[in-house]
């Protein structure tokens, strides 16, 4: 579940999944677009034992 600004070159998003936060953002430039993302996974034995957050990166070029 989540929500979404928009804007002509810049997004905004942000949700939950499995109960973490989630976020992310795109930067779009026509030739040049940036995506940045945040999430979390469950690991261990059992739920809520702890929590990883990872961080990925997309950078395009093209038009």
Not at 4 to 21: A, F, I, K, M, Q
Not at 34 to 45: R, S
Request: proline share 2%; hydrophobic share 40%; glycine share 12%.
């Amino acid at each position: 579940m989540g929500a979404e600004l928009r804007t002509p070159v810049v997004s905004v998003r942000t949700g939950v999944n499995d109960g973490y936060l989630s976020a992310d953002g795109t930067i779009d430039l026509r030739v040049f677009k940036l995506d940045l993302a945040t999430y979390a996974i469950e690991q261990g034995a059992y739920a809520g034992q702890k929590h990883d957050r990872r961080y990925v990166a997309q950078v395009s070029f093209g038009w």
